[in-house]
């Protein structure tokens, strides 16, 4: 894919890369205005919260977008900063080329981390409304929902309300669509898929950061998706 295969208006999300090359911080939003002639990319000045965010000559940057179904990153250095017909943006120079990283619709990622959860407070049922947390892994995330490991068979449809730290709190609300026997261990007899009922766009986007940062250090492995 080349950079001008990117469309104009495209959303891209925005991390900043540290002293050891890794992506880190909260991702930020912009929107790619166009597509220099040299390969310049023109992008809005990004966004979080509702704020501004500056950026500074030769800040190195993940640009990660989605194009043809398929979510990709490329690197790239800041050049400088314009106002233009009062908007403000930044020119981006790419230092890499585009390489895909996940298919959007679908894709899970296969990753093991903590994760608490509890059945949701339902006023038919106030039994629940005081639910203790449960300890659990999850097996698989992704921006849609997670997979999630379970001791005794939960119902199909059971709506859960759960919490991950990563970069902060990530809270998120469930149903259960999936469920599966779980024999690789022990300690968990099931493997349950949640879709994601409700997330607030700032915990989404530190599971997407989650989620490309470990990413990145497979493919540097020779992970391949597969």
């Known amino acids: 894919m080349e950079y001008r295969d990117i469309r104009i208006g495209t959303r891209l999300e925005l991390l900043r890369i540290n002293a050891e090359g890794e992506p880190e911080g909260p991702v930020m939003t912009s929107r790619l205005e166009t597509v220099r002639e040299d390969g310049t990319l023109v992008v809005l000045a990004p966004m979080r919260e509702m704020s501004y965010i500056a950026l500074h000559p030769d800040d190195p940057l993940d640009v990660l977008f989605e194009a043809h179904g398929e979510r990709c990153v490329l690197r790239a250095t800041v050049l400088d900063r314009v106002v233009e017909e009062n908007l403000r943006l930044f020119h981006l120079w790419p230092e890499s080329e585009i390489v ?4 959007r619709d679908f894709y899970r990622l296969p990753h093991v981390m903590a994760c608490e959860y509890r059945p949701m407070a339902d006023p038919e049922m106030p039994q629940l409304q005081k639910a203790p947390w ?26 859960i309300e759960g919490k991950l730290e990563a970069d ?7 149903k259960v669509v999936r469920i599966t026997p779980c024999q690789e261990t022990a300690a968990y007899r099931y493997e349950a898929g949640i879709a994601f009922d409700a997330i607030a766009n700032r915990d989404r986007e530190r599971l997407i ?7 990145r250090n497979l493919l540097r492995k020779g992970w391949t998706g597969a």
């Open 134 to 159: 449960r300890r659990t892994l999850t097996r698989n995330i992704g921006g849609g929902g997670i997979g999630l490991l379970f001791e005794d068979k939960p119902e199909m449809g059971m709506n």
């Open 209 to 215: 950061a989650l989620i490309y940062e470990v990413q």
């Open 168 to 174: 902060g709190t990530i809270r998120f609300t469930g």
């Open 100 to 103: 895909v990283i996940q298919r």
